[in-house]
Structure formats: C-alpha cells, structure tokens
T-cell receptor, first 117, second 112 residues
Framework: NAGVTQTPKFQVLKTGQSMTLQCAQD?????MSWYRQDPGMGLRLIHY???????DQGEVPNGYNVSRSTTEDFPLRLLSAAPSQTSVYFC????????????????FGPGTRLTVT | GENVEQHPSTLSVQEGDSAVIKCTYS??????FPWYKQELGKGPQLIID?????GEKKDQRIAVTLNKTAKHFSLHITETQPEDSAVYFC???????????FGAGTILRVKS
C-alpha cells in the first residue's frame, strides 16, 4: 500500500489564485480529513468526510472547499488564495476496527507546503 | 467545543533521561486520547493512544497515563535516544465525535 499520498509537495500562489490540493489513500478508509499546521498552533481541522458523498466543516473551513466523490480521493480546493492561507497542509485517513467513520488511529500524508504571496 | 492545552512547548533532555509531556482537555465527554510524533519534513505518526476506560498504557519505552477526574493525560518516554527528537502532539475527541482536537505541540530535543 502507498498509504496516504498528497500532491503537490510545494506550491507558491499569488493572492487571488485558486488551486486544488490532492489527497488519495489506498487503504479503503472511510474517514478522511484535512488539517493545516501553523507554528505554535498545532494541527487545525479544516474539513472532514466520514464516507463518500459526505463532508462537513472542521474548525477553520473558511476559504476552502472539499468534495468526496470516491472513497479514495479527498481534494481540498482553495477558492481565492490569501496570504493567511500560507501553511503546511496535511491529509489524513482512518478506519479503525469497531469505530467506523471516526478519526481514531489516523494515517497522515507527507504534507503540502503552500506559500501565498 | 473541546480545547487541548499542551506543555511544555519545548523540552531538552540528556540522552538516557526520561521526558514527560502533559496535556489537559476541557470537555469531560472526551474519551480518546492519541499521541503523534512528527519528524522534520514528515507527516505526524501515531505512536500510542488511550481510551477513557484505561488509566495507563505502555509500549516499550513510551507510556501514556490518563486522569479523567483532573482531565489531563501525559506522555512518558524513558531512556530517551537521539531518534526521539521530534515534535509531539497530543489530541482528544469526544465519544461519537468526528473532530480530533490537537494540542499546540512539544519540540523534544535529546542531547547526546
């Protein structure tokens, strides 16, 4: 298994541009999530999905959209990039036995470092 | 909603010494408490977790303790090694919840 993969690894955007961060997992996990990591603030949940066709907002959803058309893929879209969205973005997935659709025992991808100028 | 505080923000120990990182949480309904280790340039990796029906859990040199009455839990690393140097995150989630809430992280440096 490749686990959780994210592309691109690095991205530089200008203010106002849009882009999609890709996330895929090959473990047939039901739960997938997007976090952003900023210095001194830990990991903050942006959006999550408990299964194909189901998404919901996390702690910091503004400026981001998600969709979950398949079990494997969970892309994160930045609608109009702002300097405040400069961060490292992590995708994670999980499907722990006995806890379907819960973020227990999450597997994280390698991250995407995004800079907005 | 849940709020998780983590201390200290940085911790330096001598190789072979023990390291302790502490977290407190606000929601008494939280019942799952994982710890993640993040090495430089990588995504976080789950190293140990504990559920509220257990007071302590060990896995070789690492252990986690939970005090539900005081709403705090701690990570203990014994006989630290240079490869333990990383950022450690604690987290908490409510029973039947969908959102994991993380602490701000602790940078652990093990000096050889």
């Amino acid at each position: 298994n490749a686990g959780v993969t994210q592309t691109p690894k690095f991205q530089v955007l200008k203010t106002g541009q849009s882009m999609t961060l890709q996330c895929a997992q090959d473990m047939n996990h039901e739960y997938m999530s997007w976090y952003r990591q900023d210095p001194g603030m830990g990991l903050r949940l942006i959006h999550y999905s408990v299964g194909a066709g189901i998404t919901d907002q996390g702690e910091v959803p503004n400026g981001y959209n998600v969709s979950r058309s398949t079990t494997e893929d969970f892309p994160l879209r930045l609608l109009s990039a702002a300097p405040s969205q400069t961060s490292v973005y992590f995708c994670a997935s999980s499907s722990p036995r006995g806890f379907r659709g819960r973020p227990y025992e999450q597997y994280f991808g390698p991250g995407t470092r995004l800079t907005v100028t | 909603g849940e709020n998780v505080e983590q201390h200290p923000s940085t911790l330096s120990v001598q190789e072979g010494d023990s390291a302790v990182i502490k977290c407190t949480y606000s929601d008494s309904a939280s019942n799952y408490f994982p710890w993640y280790k993040q090495e430089l340039g990588k995504g976080p990796q789950l190293i140990i977790d504990i559920r509220s029906n257990v007071g302590e859990k060990k896995d070789q040199r690492i252990a986690v303790t939970l005090n539900k009455t005081a709403k705090h839990f701690s990570l203990h690393i014994t006989e630290t090694q240079p490869e333990d140097s990383a950022v450690y995150f604690c987290a908490a989630i409510m029973e039947y919840g969908n959102k994991l809430v993380f602490g701000a992280g602790t940078i652990l440096r093990v000096k050889s």
